[in-house]
């Protein structure tokens, strides 16, 4: 089924890396500290974040997706959340069904009903997973292949749950060690044959399982603070990157990918980047 065929869709994702057509951000309006969730915020908070500068860092992020062609939908921010910003998390695409997270941690519990309102105003239906939480940095999808982590965000009911509801894909738990926050700061799916990933940390049998099925990357211990992993593939192997991590951006300049280079540092002082920050809702085939 090809995006051309389902050029009304309200929904639609079987990928990590077609060509993205339509994605949910939220700006950093209210972005804080202010409860120290993951190892990264540990590092940041007595130097806290600058909310103009990641603003600014935030409105060219978005620029630079609608000059790519792509649909870019703003949830109005609530200065209750100041993790809001980190859109992947409380909603994640699919195949044609968006699923609404139940949220692990305290501080983010009640950004999924910004999502729902929004959804519900676009007459765009959705699954709401509810008791069991699961949170879309852990989510990462290859066709018929789907990459759940096991985290401190994400719970096996949840992947059990996720693999009922989803009977035509193969659903793969993937254990990592718990300081890392999602499975997508140490792992993320380029291509059909490609990926990133920070080595040594995914439980052995399953990073050899991953590594028999794409050629990785591997992204360093430096890299990873910064996460190198967290990128946005928007299609046609172009991908959205920081600029402080040059070793991602070489590999994959190597391997023919036209690195868009943005720069979001004071956002990831909170622990996420790009793909942290952005919900898919439609991407090609």
């Known amino acids: 089924m090809s995006y051309v065929q389902n050029i009304n869709e309200k929904s639609y994702c079987v990928n990590e890396y077609g060509v993205l057509r339509k994605v949910i951000l939220c700006e950093p309006k209210h972005m804080t500290i202010r409860d120290v969730i993951n190892d ?31 649909d870019v939908i703003l949830l109005p921010p609530a200065k209750k959340f100041p993790e ?17 997270a139940d949220m ?3 501080i983010r519990r009640g950004e999924e009903q910004i999502l729902k309102d929004w959804l519900k105003g676009e007459e765009v239906s ?8 699961i949170e879309g940095g852990d989510v990462i999808i290859d066709g018929g292949m789907i990459y759940v982590g096991i985290s401190d965000r994400t719970n096996e009911a949840a992947i059990a749950h996720l693999t009922r509801l989803l009977p035509s894909f193969t659903i793969i738990t993937v254990p990592f060690q718990n300081k890392y926050l999602h499975l997508d700061c140490i792992f993320n799916i380029l291509s059909p044959s490609e990926a990133l990933i920070y080595p040594g940390v995914i439980d052995k049998k399953k990073e050899e399982l991953i590594a028999s099925r794409y050629e990785l990357i591997e992204v360093t211990k430096e890299e990873q603070f910064t996460l190198g992993t967290n990128v946005l593939s928007i299609g046609n192997k172009k991908v ?28 990831i002082k909170s622990g996420g980047s790009f793909r942290c920050c952005s919900m898919p809702l439609v991407r090609e085939k």
Request: proline share 1%.
């Open 104 to 106: 692990a941690n305290n």
């Open 40 to 70: 990264t915020q540990k590092h940041f908070k007595d130097v806290g974040i600058h909310i103009e500068k990641a603003m600014e860092q935030h409105k060219h992020f978005a620029q630079v997706l609608r000059d790519n062609n792509i």
């Open 240 to 267: 959205i990157s920081l600029p402080v991590n040059k070793n991602v951006n070489n590999e994959l300049r190597k391997r023919g990918y036209e690195v868009i280079e943005v720069d979001i540092t004071e956002i």
């Open 84 to 100: 809001q910003v980190f859109t992947r998390d409380i909603g994640f695409t699919l195949g044609h069904t968006i699923f609404v």
């Open 126 to 133: 959705y699954y709401n997973i509810i008791g069991d939480q």
